[in-house]
C-alpha cells in the first residue's frame, strides 16, 4: 500500500516465497525486489544469492525482523545491496527502495566493515580474484582499499586531496572493471581476495 501510493514506484509482482519470486522474475521486468529472508520453500538468502548471479538487474534489498549481525552478513555476501529492518519507518524505506534503485547501497560503509571483519572466516575466496584485481590501477587499488576500510567518499576524497567527484569516478570504474553492483559487493570483494585482511586497515 506504501509503495502503491509513489508516483515513481510501482509494485509489479509479490511472492511468498524465494522460489516463488525466482519464478516471477523469469516473465516479469523489475529494479528491486524487496526481499524477506526466512521464508518456506526457499529462504532470502539463497533466492537473492541466486538473483544477483543471474545478472545486474534486479537489484534485492533485504527487509527483515531479525536484528542480526548472522543474517545481514548472510545477505550481503549473497549480493544483497540492502538491509532494513521491518520496524523502518514508511519514508525511509521507500528512500532505500529509491537508493537500491539508482545503484547504490544503503549499508553504511563502516557496517559492512564491522560484519566483514566479525564473519570474514565464514568467507570463501573468489576463484577470479586474484585476476580480478591486478586490472585495477595503483589509484583504484588505493581508492577499494579505504572503501574496505569503511571511508565514504567524501572521506576517502580528504584522504586522497582530490574531489568527491573523482572519487566517484574511480569507485565506478572499480566497479565495472571487478563486475561488481555497489560498493558494498566492493568490500566483499576486498576481503575474499586478501587485500583487507580482518581486523586491519590494510
Known amino acids: 500500500m506504501v509503495l502503491d501510493y509513489q508516483d ?3 509494485v509489479v509482482g509479490e511472492a511468498g516465497d524465494g522460489a516463488e519470486a525466482l519464478r516471477l522474475l523469469r516473465t516479469t521486468e523489475a529494479d528491486v525486489v524487496v526481499m524477506d529472508l526466512r521464508m518456506p520453500v526457499l529462504d532470502g ?11 545486474p538487474a534486479p537489484r ?22 540492502g538491509f532494513l529492518l521491518k520496524s523502518v519507518p514508511p519514508e525511509e524505506l521507500l528512500s532505500a527502495i529509491r537508493v537500491v534503485a539508482g545503484g547504490e547501497a544503503v549499508v553504511a560503509p563502516r557496517v559492512t566493515r564491522r560484519l566483514l571483519d566479525r564473519f570474514a572466516g565464514r568467507l570463501v575466496p573468489r576463484s577470479d580474484a586474484a585476476a580480478a584485481a591486478p586490472e585495477l590501477t595503483d589509484r583504484e587499488k588505493e581508492v577499494l582499499l579505504l572503501i574496505a576500510q569503511g ?19 574511480h569507485i565506478g570504474r572499480i566497479l565495472a572493471k571487478l563486475g561488481l553492483r555497489d560498493r558494498v559487493q566492493a568490500v566483499v570483494f576486498a576481503y575474499e581476495s586478501g587485500l583487507v585482511r580482518p581486523g586491519r586497515d590494510t
Open 151 to 169: 571511508l565514504s567518499n567524501v572521506e576517502i576524497g580528504g584522504r586522497l586531496q582530490v574531489a568527491e567527484a573523482t572519487v566517484k569516478t
Open 8 to 10: 515513481d514506484l510501482e
Open 60 to 81: 534485492v534489498l533485504v527487509l527483515t525482523t531479525f536484528d542480526t549481525d548472522e543474517e545481514a552478513f548472510a545477505a550481503l555476501q549473497a549480493g544483497a545491496s
Open 45 to 55: 538468502v539463497a533466492a537473492t544469492r541466486q538473483i544477483c548471479a543471474a545478472g
